[in-house]
Nanobody, 121 residues
Framework: QVRLVESGGGLVQAGGSLRLSCAAS????????MGWFRQAPGKEREFVAT????????YYTDSVKGRFTISRDNAKNTVGLQMDSLKPEDTAVYYC??????????????WGQGTQVTVSP
């Protein structure tokens, strides 16, 4: 199984920046794409961004376009999320996820435990 561990969360003022990182271990050669999701208290988990592992093609949810940037380092098996111009509504637990190419169901198969991001007014 692929293991994912997030890091980089913390407390920041509105307008500030944070960079999250996700380290993958295990059979990482099977990864097709990786993504970031977030969940605020009392809210459902929502998609934030994704990146295809081989091509680097990215996709973002509208609310973070122009502010967040997802990136990958295939050699180090890591994916990052640079978050700029943060807003209080970005406050959530951020989760890293990975899709296994051996299971072509267009679903994410592995999840990290999450890292807290808090944006104060």
């Amino acid at each position: 199984q692929v293991r994912l561990v997030e890091s980089g969360g913390g407390l920041v003022q509105a307008g500030g920046s944070l960079r999250l990182s996700c380290a993958a271990s295990g059979p990482t050669s099977s990864i097709r794409r990786m993504g970031w999701f977030r969940q605020a208290p009392g809210k459902e988990r929502e998609f934030v961004a994704t990146i295809w592992w081989s091509t680097g093609i990215t996709y973002y949810t509208d609310s973070v376009k122009g502010r967040f940037t997802i990136s990958r380092d295939n050699a180090k098996n890591t994916v990052g999320l640079q978050m700029d111009s943060l807003k209080p509504e970005d406050t959530a637990v951020y989760y890293c996820a990975a899709e296994d190419s051996r299971v072509p169901d267009n679903q994410y198969d592995y999840w990290g435990q999450g890292t807290q991001v808090t944006v104060s007014p």
